[in-house]
């Protein structure tokens, strides 16, 4: 009996032994399929980080020509809204009689060098006629009144220059915009104007 039991603990303990072995490998191979797998990881990792790279560096090169062209685009439309002169006809020069929309003949000597300094530019260009009165008379009055000399202007260079009339806007800002002071009869002649705005066009 004993020599039974004797054998019977002598097998439990080779199993036990054999047991912490086959873990022990089981352990040690998973550890190494741990390992590779990180390193493919990485590799993986390192791959894609390339492809990355490569694909920024690449969109970058076609980037660049399409940034410049649309800053010079950009420059374009700034310099096609940039002011290339101005003309003023006011009251100081006798260019309209009082309370009149009609144009005197000083003021169709000035507007002839206006037509001709605009036609050697040869450039598309938007003409802003603006007309401005003194502060005397009511608002409406005014309003009307600049816009009469507006129009006026306008007619001139259409009918005398073929000037497009879609490329002249007219506006009238009345007694809003003084650039002198109403109180004194030279401010007040002063105010009395026309002023041509020409910017290249957009």
């Known amino acids: 009996m004993r020599l039974i039991i004797g054998s019977l603990l002598a097998g439990l303990l080779m199993f036990g032994c054999a047991s912490k072995k086959y873990v022990r490998s089981e352990l040690e191979q998973s550890e190494v399929r741990t390992q590779e797998q990180i390193q493919e990881l990485k590799a993986l990792i390192e791959e894609t980080q390339s492809e990355i790279k490569n694909m920024a560096e690449e969109f ?14 950009a420059l374009v439309i700034k310099r096609m809204g940039e002011l290339r002169f101005q003309t003023t006809l006011s009251d100081t020069g006798a260019f309209f009689k009082t309370d009149s929309a009609e144009l005197t003949e000083d003021a169709t000597v000035e507007l002839d060098k206006f037509a001709k300094l605009l036609l050697a530019q040869n450039r598309l260009v938007q003409i802003e006629i ?7 008379g009511s608002e409406v009055y005014n309003k009307k009144l600049g816009e009469q000399r507006a129009l006026s202007v306008r007619d001139y260079l259409y009918t005398q220059f073929d000037i497009p009339l879609h490329l002249m806007s007219v506006i009238s800002f009345g007694s809003d915009r003084p650039i002198a002071d109403n109180d004194t009869r030279e401010g007040r002649s002063q105010n009395r104007r026309v002023v041509l705005v020409v910017r290249l066009k957009i």
């Open 60 to 73: 970058q090169v076609k980037l660049d020509p399409l940034e410049e062209a649309t800053n010079e685009n």
């Open 130 to 136: 603006q007309g401005h009165t003194d502060s005397r």
